[in-house]
């Protein structure tokens, strides 16, 4: 059964990942809507997302043409899951700490589906403490954290922080359904 699948896109260079996830969702025949960070903007384009979803990507947490239908909101209603893909250490931590000033952050409050997010950051940014009391604090929420791997970072350290490869992340997903 078709899914509808918000992907929030925060700034990492793992975003690089995301048209492919989006493509693979889109042949299993889920619907796909993006929204992105600020920061997601240095790392994919929203043309791109837009060409592989089929759908207008958003980013303004307030959007004069979508505000008559509350759209800051209205895009948390649709979602059946929201997955959060790349998580950056800032986006983990307003998560966990409840702070919604960007639309990505906005609608993981505002949100009735279940959320799930995938960590990618630099190995010693994941082992910071702050960071792993963030996720604690965040899988005591009830979220979903899809694990960073082990491997060559795009910085040249090792270690994990990776993101999932967007087959495992598409693979992934269902578990979520389980929830509704």
Not at 11 to 18: D, F
Not at 36 to 48: G, K, L
Not at 104 to 130: D, G
């Amino acid at each position: 059964m078709a899914q509808n699948i918000l992907i929030g896109i925060s700034g990492g260079i793992a975003a690089y990942k995301i048209p492919q996830l989006v493509r693979l969702l889109k042949k299993q025949g889920d619907n796909v809507r993006i929204v992105m960070s600020e920061h997601a903007h240095e790392f994919v384009t929203a043309t791109t997302l837009q060409a592989v979803s089929g759908e207008a990507v958003r980013d303004a947490l307030f959007d004069p043409a979508a505000e008559q239908g509350m759209g800051h909101i209205e895009l948390a209603r649709w979602a059946d899951a929201y997955l959060i893909a790349p998580a950056s250490a800032n986006t983990l931590g307003k998560l966990a700490h409840g702070i919604a000033d960007n639309l990505l952050t906005n609608l993981a409050a505002a949100r009735k589906c279940p959320l799930a997010i995938a960590p990618a950051m630099n190995v010693e940014m994941w082992r910071n403490p702050a960071n792993q009391r963030n996720i604690a604090q965040l899988l005591s929420d009830g979220i979903t954290v899809f694990p960073p791997a082990d491997g060559e970072q795009a910085c040249g350290e090792t270690g994990t922080g990776r993101m999932p490869e967007a087959a495992e992340l598409a693979d992934l997903l269902p578990d979520l359904w389980t929830v509704l």
